[in-house]
């Protein structure tokens, strides 16, 4: 039924609307943002995101658990953009919170010992990873975590990597493997 009522572009990730459906024309863009930022689509009385609906568009099913927009950018529906992962893993590609003062992903400033420190949290268990002198240090810390760790099973460390890369232009990745 989803592919008699609209059309996916997988390059873009946007659903048109294949026929008239309510106050929705043939031809326009179907869906909308809700206040989280996902892209919501209404069919037969019922909302869906898009990212979830792109599963079905393309493979035939819903997945069991949940989809993962592997940028971080929830309104980005691309195919390329999206995987169905464990809640796990999709809560270890979460962006930095907008309170996050070091720049870097699983870094805080801890003011009782004047260190920036480094952490992690897997399967609802934090894991201290150390003090450091320096942010850059403790950044570095975390990343080593993430590349050694066989319990962190993203792998998605691109955002980490880029926030070193900024701050210390030769930093090598070899270095920390």
């Not at 863009?29 to 979830?52: C, F, S, T």
């Not at 493979?59 to 950018?73: A, C, T």
């Not at 990873?129 to 080593?144: F, H, Q, S, V």
Request: charged share 20%; hydrophobic share 30%.
């Amino acid at each position: 039924m989803l592919k008699e009522l609209l059309t996916y572009n997988p390059n873009t990730g946007i659903f048109t609307n294949k026929v008239n459906r309510g106050i929705s024309r043939k031809g326009e863009q179907a869906g909308g943002l809700n206040d989280n930022g996902y892209v919501r689509v209404r069919i037969k009385g019922e909302k869906y995101g898009a990212h979830r609906l792109a599963f079905l568009y393309m493979l035939g099913y819903f997945p069991e658990q949940q989809v993962d927009h592997i940028n971080g950018i929830c309104d980005d529906n691309r195919w390329c953009n999206l995987r169905h992962v464990s809640s796990s893993c999709n809560m270890q590609n979460q962006k930095e919170y907008c309170n996050n003062t070091s720049g870097f992903s699983g870094v805080q400033w801890h003011k009782k010992t004047m260190k920036w420190q480094a952490g992690v949290c897997i399967n609802k268990k934090c894991i201290y990873l150390g003090g450091y002198d320096t942010k850059i240090d403790a950044a570095l810390a975390r990343l080593t975590f993430e590349v050694n760790c066989p319990n962190w099973s993203c792998n998605q460390r691109g955002v980490l990597i880029k926030q070193i890369k900024k701050a210390w232009p030769e930093f090598n990745l070899q270095s920390v493997a």
